[in-house]
């Protein structure tokens, strides 16, 4: 068995963050480990409140992991103070032979609405996308890193070329509504392979973005390639949202045990 752990926040619900990727990485039949960076009072209505962990106990966390266990995969989360990035990155570049790293670059939510601005943003490219074997940002915080919107597939293709040269080696842009379906683009470095679904409507997305690259990182953990880890991941959460029952009042989380029961 494959072991994965997730760098992340805890959403008490369930629904996204450090909880939900475990769900996923045992559904993906990986061990599951997790360093919490943050904790959170929210459900499927909103987030009411965060406190952040001190960044000494989560770079201790991820030493301790890395002392002990073989680290097959690592996904990263919420990481939302400057401080927290830079010890969550100098504990992974301190890693020989770093496993492969999946980096959702957390600045905003589906509808746009952007909450880690700043230095924390620029951290977040700086320290971190040079150790991304993938990053997994949707169409919001794409625009917010570089700095323009997004509309076309001409501007999501330059987007993903320019979210490239921080240093990742590939990029899952999750563009969002695009002529009538949802799309989503690869891209890396040589090849784009667009990702199109038909656009389900319903109110359980909670937590998918979290979801997809939890799906990512368990999947390179088994020895996918980055596009065949990018593609079953992709299937994964279309079907976790399409079977998905409600929870709360709210946004509701998608089924990541659709597979089982």
């Given at each position: 068995?494959?072991?994965?752990?997730?760098?992340?926040?805890?959403?008490?619900?369930?629904?996204?963050?450090?909880?939900?990727?475990?769900?996923?990485?045992?559904?993906?039949?990986?061990?599951?480990?997790?360093?919490?960076?943050?904790?959170?009072?929210?459900?499927?209505?909103?987030?009411?409140?965060?406190?952040?962990?001190?960044?000494?106990?989560?770079?201790?966390?991820?030493?301790?992991?890395?002392?002990?266990?073989?680290?097959?995969?690592?996904?990263?989360?919420?990481?939302?103070?400057?401080?927290?990035?830079?010890?969550?990155?100098?504990?992974?570049?301190?890693?020989?032979?770093?496993?492969?790293?999946?980096?959702?670059?957390?600045?905003?939510?589906?509808?746009?609405?952007?909450?880690?601005?700043?230095?924390?943003?620029?951290?977040?490219?700086?320290?971190?996308?040079?150790?991304?074997?993938?990053?997994?940002?949707?169409?919001?915080?794409?625009?917010?890193?570089?700095?323009?919107?997004?509309?076309?597939?001409?501007d999501f293709e330059n987007a993903c070329k320019e979210l490239l040269?921080?240093?990742?080696?590939?990029?899952?842009?999750?563009?969002?509504?695009?002529?009538?379906?949802?799309?989503?683009?690869?891209?890396?470095?040589?090849?784009?392979?667009?990702?199109?679904?038909?656009?389900?409507?319903?109110?359980?997305?909670?937590?998918?973005?979290?979801?997809?690259?939890?799906?990512?990182?368990?999947?390179?953990?088994?020895?996918?390639?980055?596009?065949?880890?990018?593609?079953?991941?992709?299937?994964?959460?279309?079907?976790?949202?399409?079977?998905?029952?409600?929870?709360?009042?709210?946004?509701?989380?998608?089924?990541?045990?659709?597979?089982?029961?």
């Open positions: 068995m494959k072991n994965v752990l997730s760098i992340a926040g805890v959403d008490p619900s369930g629904g996204a963050g450090l909880i939900a990727d475990l769900k996923v990485f045992i559904a993906h039949g990986v061990y599951a480990m997790g360093v919490v960076t943050a904790t959170t009072a929210q459900n499927t209505k909103g987030l009411f409140g965060m406190e952040l962990i001190e960044p000494k106990m989560i770079s201790d966390g991820i030493d301790a992991i890395f002392d002990d266990i073989k680290v097959d995969a690592v996904k990263i989360g919420v990481v939302p103070s400057v401080e927290i990035i830079k010890a969550t990155a100098a504990s992974l570049k301190k890693v020989p032979n770093l496993p492969p790293v999946v980096l959702d670059p957390v600045m905003s939510c589906k509808n746009g609405d952007i909450w880690l601005e700043g230095e924390s943003k620029k951290a977040i490219v700086e320290e971190l996308f040079p150790l991304a074997t993938v990053i997994t940002p949707n169409k919001f915080e794409a625009q917010e890193i570089l700095g323009k919107k997004l509309e076309s597939k001409t040269k921080f240093g990742c080696k590939n990029v899952y842009l999750k563009a969002g509504k695009v002529d009538g379906k949802s799309l989503d683009v690869f891209y890396n470095g040589t090849e784009f392979t667009y990702i199109e679904n038909e656009r389900i409507d319903t109110d359980s997305t909670h937590g998918s973005g979290c979801s997809l690259s939890s799906a990512i990182a368990s999947n390179l953990a088994n020895q996918m390639s980055a596009k065949d880890a990018a593609l079953a991941a992709n299937e994964y959460i279309f079907n976790a949202i399409k079977s998905a029952h409600k929870i709360g009042h709210g946004c509701n989380p998608v089924n990541h045990f659709y597979k089982f029961y």
